[in-house]
């Protein structure tokens, strides 16, 4: 195997495995644990849109803290909310929740012109 197509694999692995897209300057990184909306379609708030967000865990692991996984690679991604979230798939012993890491739009101030 050469050089290249050793990076192409690992840069492939490290692309896939975060769950998300590349930091967003704008979003700081937040702690695991933090406070996520979650919406199953459209949220119902403004929002500027982050990215693709994946979770996978193993069978044994109780649905919401499989959730609680997806919205900690929302945290991590700076996000407040996660839409798009629908029922899990269930493949080779793995569930997997995907959604939108978005983070909520910062009220526009009237006064200014």
Same mark, same amino acid.
């Given at each position: ?17 975060? @769950?998300?897209?590349? &930091? ?6 937040? !702690? *695991?644990? %933090?406070?996520?909306? =979650?919406?199953?379609? #459209? ?7 982050? @990215?693709?967000?994946? &979770? ?6 109780? !649905? *919401?803290? %499989?959730?609680?996984? =997806?919205?900690?690679? #929302? ?11 629908? &029922? ?26």
């Amino acid at each position: 195997m050469t050089w290249r197509v050793a990076v192409a694999i690992v840069l492939g692995a490290v692309a896939c495995g975060g @769950g998300g897209g590349a &930091a967003d300057a704008r979003f700081p990184k937040r !702690p *695991e644990g %933090c406070e996520v909306a =979650l919406y199953h379609d #459209v949220p119902e708030v403004p929002t500027d849109n982050i @990215g693709p967000v994946h &979770a996978a865990c193993d069978e044994s692991v109780a !649905p *919401e803290d %499989c959730v609680r996984t =997806l919205k900690d690679v #929302v945290c991590k991604l700076g996000g407040d909310v996660v839409w798009g979230v629908e &029922a899990p798939e269930h493949k080779d012993g793995k569930v997997r929740y995907s959604g939108r890491a978005a983070h909520t739009k910062a009220p526009r101030d009237r006064a200014k012109p």
